[in-house]
């Protein structure tokens, strides 16, 4: 069985925003079509479903790297920014957006919190995670069977 370190993390996130889309649980918020992503960001997202994609990159990373927080996660989805004439400068994404999504998630019964520590993935959202990660693995030793050594 694949797990998630062993397919592309592209095509698990668009996968997975697909498969979230159909949960009734996650929904963007009504404000999701006015904000930009952070300070760093010019314009809003150019994806109308910007939000379903966010929501299947912050499970990803949860599942690689939990227990993570918010503030861990503001400055992985940040970015730089340039002022003036100045050097460029990182700056965190927003919040909000993380802290809807993760507990949307949470409902969901994808992620649960860990006092003090952040959010980890469920066993639901693990069983989630890696059986869509064995459907692209095999999709993909279709296309190049050397890669069957990998699974």
């Keep these: 069985m694949a797990k998630v370190y062993d397919v ?3 095509e698990l996130i668009s996968r997975l925003a697909e498969q979230l889309k159909k949960d009734k649980k ?4 009504g404000w999701s079509a006015f904000v930009k992503t952070g300070s760093h960001a010019d314009k809003i997202p150019q ?4 939000w379903f994609v966010r929501c299947a990159s912050l499970l990803r990373k949860i599942y ?34 993380i802290r809807h999504a993760m507990q949307q998630l949470e409902s969901s019964g994808y992620i649960t919190k860990i006092q003090g520590k952040g959010r980890i993935v469920t066993s639901e959202g693990t069983k989630k995670l ?6 692209i693995h095999k999709e993909l030793i279709k ?6 050594r990998y699974a």
Aim: proline share 9%.
């Design 8 to 10: 592309p993390a592209e």
């Design 26 to 29: 996650i929904e963007p918020p």
């Design 47 to 50: 994806n109308r479903d910007w």
């Design 64 to 97: 690689l790297h939990g227990p993570i927080g918010v503030a861990d996660l503001k400055v992985e989805y940040g970015g730089r920014k340039k002022v003036g004439y100045n050097l460029a400068h990182h700056r965190d994404a927003g919040g909000a957006i």
């Design 130 to 135: 890696d059986r869509l990660a064995t459907e």
């Design 143 to 148: 296309a190049a069977p050397t890669l069957q």
